[in-house]
């Protein structure tokens, strides 16, 4: 009987991964993005926003669906992150 009180779905992922999935979900405003990142290093905006989509060896990051675009309230497919002598100094949307 003690199996059955444990019900379906008892089986998950530990706390941290759980935790992980919905920061990673997050969507963020463009100036709370921005805030968020602003002057970050790159370890650091890894740790508070996770990996980007794709990078440039120029020092360009690329993020998707991660900013709603303030006028048609659908998600941002191309946010570009720019790193200057290691930190973020501009987000252009």
Not at 72 to 88: A, C, R, Y
């Amino acid at each position: 009987m003690a199996l059955a009180c444990g019900g379906a779905g008892t089986k998950s992922e530990p706390k941290g991964a759980e935790q992980k999935q919905s920061e990673a979900k997050k969507v963020y405003s463009r100036d709370e993005f921005r805030q968020a990142i602003l002057n970050k290093n790159q370890d650091d905006v890894i740790a508070l926003i996770g990996k980007p989509n794709r990078t440039t060896e120029s020092g360009y990051w690329y993020y998707a669906d991660i900013v709603k675009d303030p006028i048609s309230g659908k998600l941002e497919d191309n946010i570009q992150v720019v790193f200057e002598h290691g930190k973020v100094v501009r987000v252009n949307y």
